[in-house]
Every structure is written in C-alpha cells, then in structure tokens.
C-alpha cells in the first residue's frame, strides 16, 4: 500500500541542503537575485527557459550562477539545472532558483491543455420529432486529461430536422438528418442524428411505483406503444426527477442522496408518463468499540498487515515491529526488525504467510529497493535476502502474487516485477511504465535520479490484471495473466486507461494525484492523494489533506468508467479494504471510516447516508497530539484495525445498531 509522495516530501530538505551548499559555489557578493521573467504565462505541455541575474550592493551584475532549481507544485512541473521548466498540470507554478543561499522566485500561470478531441456519445435510436435529448459530450486536452471546464459553441447543420442550444439539449423538429457538431480550441465533434415521424400513442413506465433506502439504485424502464399497442423498440427515453436529492441517468437508473417522496417523468416524443418512488433513510450505522491498541512512541506508523495471530506494523523510520495479537486487548511486542531506511511504506506477507516483504526509501547507502523477510516464525522474522538493483531511487509501494512482486519504483515511475522463486537470488523480469512527460532529474542533494512527470503510488493484482494507481495519469490496467491481450507477469500488457482532472478537482497549489487502488466485485475503488505542494512528514504541525474516493465500474475491463466517490468533507483519503460489502478505510484527517457498498453504486456515497461508523484517532499522546492522519485500515476477523500515523493502531470491533439521535462518539 502507498505513502506519501516521494517528490512531496524531498523539497523541504533540498531547499533547506542546497541553500548551505550553493553559498559555497557562487560570489558573496551577490546582494539581489532574480528570475526572468518574474511572471509568465503558459500551457500544458510547454516548456519555458529562465534566466537567473544576481546584482552587487552597487547594483552591478554579478558572475553568480543557480547551482540548484525547483518548480513547485512538484507533480505540476519540472525544473533542470539550465532553467528550463517542463509543465505538467495547470494551476499556478512557482519556479525557485537558490543562488548565493537566495532563493529567486518567477510565478507563472499554467493554462489547461489545448482541447484536441471532442467525443460525442451516439444515440441509441432516432429521436422522434418533438422529443428531446441532453448530449453527452467527452472533451479531452492534449495531455489526455478530460475537461470540463469548456464551454463548446454547438450547432445544426440542418436545424429544420434537429435543433442544439447551448446546453447541448437536441430536439427534433421534422423527419430527416442532421449533422450535429460541437467546438473548441479548434476541436471539433460531430455527430449524425436521425429524426423521424412519430408513431408513440402512448408510454408505459416500470415500475409505477417503488420503495427503496437512501443509495440504493432503482431501474426504470420505459416502452414506448403505437396505436396497436406494440412496442417501438430503442426508443430515446428524456428521463427526469422532481425532488432535491435525486438524480436518474439516460438508462433509468434512480439514486436518492435524500429520503423523501419522488416523482420519476418520462419522456419519448410527445407523450409523457410518471411513476413514484418512496425513499427512506439508509439506517446502516452501527457503533464502534474500542478492544485494544497499539502505541509507538515518538514514532509515526505506516502501514499493517496481519495473519494468524500477529500484527506486523511499518513505520515513517527504520523497523518493522511484531506484535502478538492472540489477545486483541492486549497486543505484545514479539520482535523488532530495523532496516536501513527512513521510510519502511509497506509491508505484505504471501498467502501462505511464510516470506514477507518489505519497501524502503531513504535509506542512508541510497540503495532502498525490497527487503524479503523469513516470516516462517511468524514472531521472529529475520532478514533473508534483498533486491535493489534496479530500484534504488526508492519503493513506495509492493504486491505480492505467486512468486512475483510488483511493486512502484520512485525514480523512474515505472513497475517494476520481481521474481523471488529463488528467495535468495530475487531478480527483475520486466518493466512497464507510462510515456515519460520529462526526462529524468539528478536530485543534487541525495545524486538519487528520479522521474518528473511520471509517478506510480500503487499496484494490485488481481485474477491475472494489474491495477496501477499512476497520479497524474490515473487509473491503469495491465493484463498480466487475465488472457485478455496475451500479457504475462513477465510481458505485461496495456488493457485500459481511466485519466481524471485532478486541477478541477482540487484547485492550484496542491500536489494532486490517482493515490490507491482495491478491486472488488465489478468495481475498482480509485483514491485520491491531495496535499498541499509544501509540508514535513516529520513536523509536528498538522498536514492538511484532501482527496475523494472515486468509484470506477469495471464490468466493461475495457472501457473504465467512473460511477460514484466517496468524499469525506473534513478529511482525504488514504488506503482502503474491502470484504463482505464492508469498505473501511483511513481518511487521514477524517479519521476511520466504516462503508456499505453493498449493491449497485452510484452518485454522493457520503451523502446517501452509507457510512456505518467513524473512528477519530485523535490522542494526547500522539506524534501530532489530538490530530488524526488515519493512513488505513483492514478487517480481520471479526475486528477492524485502524493504522493512524501519528496515534498507532486502533484495534474496534462493530457493535450494535446506534439508536437514532444517538451523541455518542465513535470508540467510546
């Protein structure tokens, strides 16, 4: 499972190493520093070159030069030792050269990618004269990313057959055809639809009427009849709700974020009928007992992973610890595992629970990569052999499956596969990454390469496809054995993509991207990682996060589509579990969270009231005092472990159905 950003937490110790080491490099004359151009404007996927000048007391040039440059946000940009900058994202992009211990800063501002591919979906049948259709209408920039943002100027060529306003709302006017095109940024998207005489004499809609809970989603159907009562087939169906807290899409389906009473229109030409639905509440919450609890002091938590009766927990340092946990009220220290690392992110076990492995980062010989861990003696694992040969620059995240591991490599944003059929003797047997945006950069303070542009935070595998969590580049499936395009574990292969517009989902100055990955049933559940583009895992000052749960529907492997999130408002989400219908993740500064995802899902989760319970983590003992950084959870057996970086481990167990109008906080 992942962590924190790699290039999120280097830029507060660079900036603070290269300022010492550049006062030693340049003139001690050098009295102001500046870039040129202070300000600037640009787009994504252009790259701009600054200048740095430096000035005496006297206001004469001087000979200083930038030993070191940055542009910030990090996953936004990308800044050489010349001062060219590559940019990634838009928003707002601070460049930084430190001169003479100076820094100099130029702010430049980052427009959207120029839109190069407007999709306009087809119509399932003609549109009957009369009747109307909202369009949907995918707008892509050139760096892939989909835009919402675009206002597109959209017209008929022949509007005595079909009209468009700007909304994209086509209606029939009269039998015939008529090309259809939507623009922007010199894009254009059309679309050939047919309209034809109505023969509707009446609608029948399905169900007349229903009953459902808050999230659940109800189908309806509509079947258009002619005069003898046969049935049109494919006919357009314009569905509507009336009632805040609903919504129903183009195929009938109905959610409600709200209980209350709806009325369900359909529309096909003409002719238009209703049906009723009753909401109630959801009524999922349930309360959450504390059993036990693991403290570190002084000491922030990772990740945690379980089998039989122990508890092996990673850390923001140099060990992993071993915790007996036969009794859950009383976990005890088995064994303690030190590493040469700062960031121990992850820890997992084969299913048979016999070999461990573990990532590292920050380790003091630059050489981090996998630590494979004897875990035969599940209390007392001991160090068994290691991989770094490929992957140095650090690993973030790990996955195991057969004999292989998958795991995310830093430098290079690639995944890498190792095989440890040979334990002792791991080795690489393939690579597979997205086309880099930006060369690779020598990291002056650490001579660390790592990739600016392409980053790769998490990877499972499940039933032969490999699900990437690639930041900016989303959510990624490889076929590594599933038989769908011949891939392997040792060949993957590219099934699909699903890219999300991070900026328009945060703002500026936020680092911002695809975070965590967990398949389930027919769904992928895609999290967001949001902070902001300067703080210090180490610090004792709370971190702010944000991030949505994005819920994505598989069932077409091919063609990936978003159909719900989860958004936590206080909080951002981390690493999540799911097993039995029961998702339990850590939301960071929202604590831990319990779900239902039971059923189909679509819409506002958090709004439909399918949250089961909440953990605050917050303790006067923590790292970060009485503030929650709730990193994960998982369930095993009959309780839930929370892993919250600045308290430790909550061990809860779910308990009774809360009583309505109950005040009682969770875990009390």
């Known amino acids: 499972m992942p962590s924190i950003p790699t290039f999120a937490r280097r830029v507060l110790p660079l900036l603070l190493l290269l300022s010492a080491a550049v006062c030693a490099q340049t003139p001690k004359n050098a009295k102001t520093v500046k870039l040129s151009p202070e300000t600037a404007q640009a787009e994504v996927g252009q790259q701009l070159k600054f200048s740095v000048a430096a000035t005496d007391a006297d206001g004469n040039p001087t000979e200083a030069k930038a030993a070191f440059w940055v542009a910030l946000p990090g996953d936004s940009a990308a800044a050489d030792d010349s001062g060219n900058v590559n940019f990634f994202a838009p928003g707002e992009v601070k460049v930084i050269a430190i001169i003479n211990g100076r820094p100099a800063i130029a702010r ?14 087809k119509l399932s049948a003609p549109l009957i004269v009369g009747g109307s259709y909202k369009l949907n209408a995918k707008v892509i920039g050139a760096n892939g990313d989909p835009r919402s943002d675009v206002a597109l100027a959209w017209a008929s060529e022949n509007p005595a057959v079909a009209v468009v306003d700007a909304a994209g709302i086509v209606t029939g006017i009269a039998p015939g055809k008529a090309k259809l095109s939507a623009k922007a940024d010199g894009a254009t998207g059309e679309l050939l639809v047919e309209v034809v ?5 009446n609608l029948a809609l399905e169900p007349r009427t229903a009953t459902a809970r808050t999230g659940d989603v109800v189908r309806f159907s509509a079947t258009a009849k002619d005069a003898n ?17 609903a919504t129903i899409d183009a195929d009938g389906g109905f959610v409600a974020a709200r209980p209350g009473t709806y009325a369900i229109s359909a529309a096909v030409g003409d002719q238009t009928t209703t049906a009723s639905i009753v909401v109630a509440p959801r009524n999922v919450e349930r309360s959450l ?8 002091k002084d000491m922030q938590v990772s990740e945690q992973w379980m089998f039989g009766n122990y508890l092996y927990i990673s850390t923001v340092w140099d060990q992993i610890q071993v915790y007996d946990i036969s009794d859950p009220k009383s976990p005890k220290l088995t064994e303690t595992v030190k590493v040469d690392a700062r960031v121990v992110n992850d820890v997992s076990l084969t299913p048979d629970g016999k070999i461990g492995v573990v990532t590292r980062e920050g380790a003091s010989s630059r050489k981090n990569g996998i630590v494979f861990l004897d875990t035969t003696d599940l209390a007392h ?3 068994l052999s290691e991989y770094t040969a490929t992957v140095t620059g650090g690993v973030h995240s790990a996955y195991i499956d057969g004999q292989y591991v998958y795991l995310t490599d830093d430098a290079t944003g690639s995944m890498r596969v190792i095989s440890f059929k040979d334990v002792k003797n791991p080795r690489e047997v393939a690579r597979w990454e997205v086309p880099a945006k930006a060369k690779a950069v020598q990291n002056a303070a650490t001579g660390e390469a790592f990739s600016e542009g392409r980053y790769l935070h998490d990877v499972q595998v499940k039933d032969g496809l490999a699900y990437l969590a690639y930041w900016r580049d989303g959510l990624i499936i490889l076929d590594v054995g599933a038989g769908i395009k011949g891939g392997s574990p040792e060949n993957p292969k590219l099934v699909s993509q699903l890219r999300f517009n991070h900026h328009e989902l945060y703002g500026d100055g936020w680092l911002a991207g695809t975070h965590e990955v967990y398949r389930y049933k027919n769904y992928v559940f895609v999290g967001d990682e949001v902070f902001p583009e300067q703080f210090n895992i180490y610090d004792k000052a709370r971190i702010a996060a944000r991030g949505v749960l994005h819920v994505v529907d598989v069932s077409d492997i091919t ?8 958004a936590v408002p206080e909080g951002g989400a981390h690493n999540v579990w799911v097993k039995d219908d029961v998702l339990v993740m850590g939301y960071y500064g929202g604590g831990g969270r319990v779900l239902d995802v039971s059923g189909e899902l679509r819409g506002d989760l958090y709004q439909q009231g399918r949250e089961i319970a909440r953990l605050w983590t917050g303790d006067p003992q923590g790292f970060r005092p009485n503030i929650p ?21 909550w061990i809860m167990k779910l308990g009774q159905p809360k009583q309505k109008g109950s005040t009682t906080a969770p875990g009390e």
């Open 197 to 201: 005489k109505s023969t509707v004499r």
């Open 559 to 566: 063609n990936p589509r978003k159909v719900a999130e989860y």
């Open 381 to 383: 694992p001991k160090v």
């Open 629 to 649: 950084f709730t990193w994960g959870a998982r369930q095993f057996g009959e309780y839930i472990f929370f892993n919250d970086v600045n308290s430790g481990i």
């Open 108 to 121: 430049v501002s980052v427009k959207p990618a120029r839109v190069t591919k407007i999709e306009l979906d």
């Open 289 to 296: 007992e504390l059993v036990g609890r693991v403290r570190l």
């Open 229 to 245: 009562g046969g049935a049109i087939k494919n006919a357009v169906v314009r569905w509507s709700v009336s009632g805040d807290g």
